[in-house]
């Protein structure tokens, strides 16, 4: 076997705040050697996540990354030594093995698949087709559970999880809102993604004016993505039985200490809303459903996607920064090497 | 006909905080005739419920009484005079007729059902095998949907719908832990409604110490009357995948203006709990499901329930405002002349 020379960039930090470059360190050193069963994979793109913010953070997460190891990301590249009778030297693979060139995968784990590289570019496996695609899928149509003509409002509407998110609920015949930052993502979200209306939270000095502008019949379901004073504002707005799926945090930096907003107990109980937090990894058993549904609808054209791709795995960290600036337009990727399907 | 001489209370004034005596008036007119197909009750009990706070608010609210009409309430009595075809006089029946000694009911309306004098005390009909136990039937089953083990944590739990939830989740095989407040009704909790733990709000300085140590697995259902700082409290709390059934919210005075609280959003999304309002009104056409399991189960000693009984269509607005101090124990009714079953 080759010994190959491996770069990945470590967490030196956690933190209570936002990620900052400063918080982690490229580190150089021998790639690992894949064990029993196991393959060793060369990253062709990783990912940097929204997130990420509560896998670094010190406070309670669903998952979390210890100082001294490599950052956690998603990742697509080519096996290039294989243990498992499964897995052949060559393919493309999709797993969850962070910011390195090099990296062992467990092919036995339900994060991990394989990927067709003729179906569509392989970066799409970190995004429509992976992970954002799955996380609208699920949290739209399972949380959410749309009906035909109603008002879906997303929040992040121009994002990677939520431009699906709008796209798929005008599959399902829905009339749907966004709110985005900014006129640059809120022009993508009407002339690209097919929203009907979308609101610029950050030009807006009344939310629920422009809300109730926009959603005269109220908004059935509320696919949310950053929580906080949108989300108290939504609250007054839902209509009898309305459904909130709880994707994302992003509207607050910190929960160290705990922040306080508006109580959602009294919309809760006057308009029988349901709020359900949720992971796209619950639905890991069924990511097949969802990936041949994504690829058909972006096959037709139905589903649009965005990818923003920064280059070299040095430039991850400053990638993941700018996600909470709002900086990136679509799926933030990092290219760790020339993509050989490109 | 008979000409029947009434006596009614009506809401003189509406507010934003919680109702006192002095918001009511007690009226004397002539009784109302009934209309085609209505019927003429004489009641023997009317409620008193936590809601009512909610139904005399000038805040948003999923029902409300206006000034000048009688006040709103659960009632059960005996039919005087019937214009339809399925009703006789001398009937029992639960209707929602409000503060009156007489009123006209319509009997094709939801709320409206024939009581069976000899399964149980008709007042009975007001509470476990009424409103009180429908709340806590759909609410623990359907909302919370609690498994076998699980532990099911209930606020108010020596209250009219408390108790009945804590023994129907007792009967479904779980761990049950109360909230109450003070020492006579937690010791009711344990002694009487089987609960295996009981809290006493009221004097303990850390409720969330108190909880970690009543619930050492976590909590996976929280049937929640209150709100508040209470519901703050144990969402950081809930085990992963946990459901909280917002029936109530007595823990907040005045919802005018919105008060401000810990932020949910963070546990909802990593311990991907759902939380959903109800009122047992949307499961109008399941009623007779419960009242059979409820009826099975008062019958075999399995469901006990407490009743506090004033005297006098006079002092409903006094056993009304005594909700809110939490002095009634069970369930509160108002015996508005000598029961004839009794």
Redesign the interface.
Same mark, same amino acid.
């Given at each position: 076997m080759t010994q190959h020379r491996n770069r990945r960039v470590i967490l030196a930090e956690r933190t209570t705040g936002l990620p900052t470059p400063d918080l982690f360190e490229l580190v150089e050193d021998d790639a690992p050697s894949p064990g029993p069963r196991e393959v060793l994979i060369n990253n062709v793109y990783v990912s940097a996540d929204p997130g990420m913010k509560?896998w670094i953070s010190t406070?309670?997460?669903?998952a979390s990354v210890e100082t001294g190891a490599t950052m956690n990301a998603f990742s697509v590249g080519v096996v290039v030594e294989s243990n498992h009778p499964d897995v052949a030297e060559g393919d493309v693979v999709a797993a969850n093995t962070g910011w390195a060139e090099y990296a062992v995968a467990d092919p036995d784990r339900p994060t991990f698949r394989k990927v067709d590289p003729a179906l569509a570019p392989i970066s799409t496996a970190l995004g429509i087709l992976g992970i954002n695609g799955f996380t609208a899928y699920f949290g739209l149509l399972d949380v959410g559970q749309p009906r035909e003509g109603e008002t879906v409002l997303v929040s992040t509407a121009a994002g990677a999880v939520g431009s699906a998110v709008g796209q798929i609920a005008n599959i399902k015949g829905c009339r749907t809102v966004g709110i985005a930052g900014g006129t640059e993502k809120t022009a993508i979200c009407t002339d690209e993604f097919g929203y009907s209306r979308a609101i610029d939270y950050k030009s807006t000095d009344d939310l629920d004016a422009a809300l109730r502008e926009a959603c005269p019949d109220g908004i059935d379901v509320y696919f949310?993505n950053v929580?906080?004073d949108i989300?108290d504002t939504v609250l007054g707005q839902m209509n009898l039985h309305g459904r909130i799926a709880?994707?994302?945090?992003a509207g607050?930096d910190s929960?160290v200490p705990?922040?306080?907003? !508006?109580?959602?107990?009294?919309? $809760? !109980?006057?308009?029988?809303?349901? $709020?359900?937090?949720?992971?796209c990894f619950?639905y890991a058993d069924r990511y097949g459903d969802a990936h041949a549904d994504l690829a058909k609808w972006v096959g037709e054209g139905k589903i649009r996607y965005r990818e923003d791709v920064a280059e070299g795995l040095e430039n991850a960290p400053a990638a993941l920064a700018g996600l909470y600036q709002g900086r990136n337009m679509g799926r933030q990727l990092i290219r760790v090497r020339p993509d050989p399907f490109a």
């Open positions: 509560g406070a309670r997460n669903y949310d929580g906080g989300l709880i994707c994302g945090t607050t929960w705990q922040p306080s907003g !508006l109580r959602p107990e009294r919309n $809760m !109980l006057v308009s029988r809303l349901r $709020m359900q937090g949720f992971l619950d």
